[in-house]
């Protein structure tokens, strides 16, 4: 059902964990499912310098927060906003039509931590 890759990535994910003092954190769940993540984020110098996450669901919602927070290292808050589901679910190679929705768990978190990074920014 799963390619090597959204295996290696469901069984050595990485980033995983809490960022304490995130500059953003987003939260995002399937209702249907309940698949749940967050998304912490460190930004230094405009750009995206740390990303972690905690997840609750299926192998391919880990997997797909495993390769969101690769995939956001080094992107600025704007290209961040950018990453869609299709890249995500492209950056492991693919998904089973099934498991489509956890890609659009890590769009959507990465959508509430920038909103949340932007509101912590002073004069925001």
């Not at 304490?20 to 230094?44: F, I």
């Not at 290292?73 to 099934?98: F, H, N, Y």
Request: net charge neutral; aromatic share 6%; charged share 25%.
């Amino acid at each position: 059902m799963y390619n090597p890759t959204v295996i290696d990535h469901f069984k050595n994910p990485r980033n995983v964990g809490i960022l304490p003092d995130p500059d953003g954190q987003g939260y995002a769940e399937n209702s249907v499912c309940g698949d749940a993540m967050t998304l912490y984020l460190r930004v230094a110098d405009g750009r995206i310098a740390e990303a972690k996450f905690r997840a609750f669901g299926c192998a391919a919602a880990i997997a797909a927060s495993s390769a969101l927070t690769e995939m956001l290292r080094g992107r600025s808050i704007e290209e961040a906003l950018q990453v869609r589901k299709e890249d995500v679910a492209e950056s492991l190679g693919g998904l089973p039509p099934t498991k489509l929705h956890c890609s659009i768990l890590a769009e959507d978190a990465v959508r509430a931590a920038v909103a949340d990074y932007r509101k912590r920014q002073p004069g925001a």
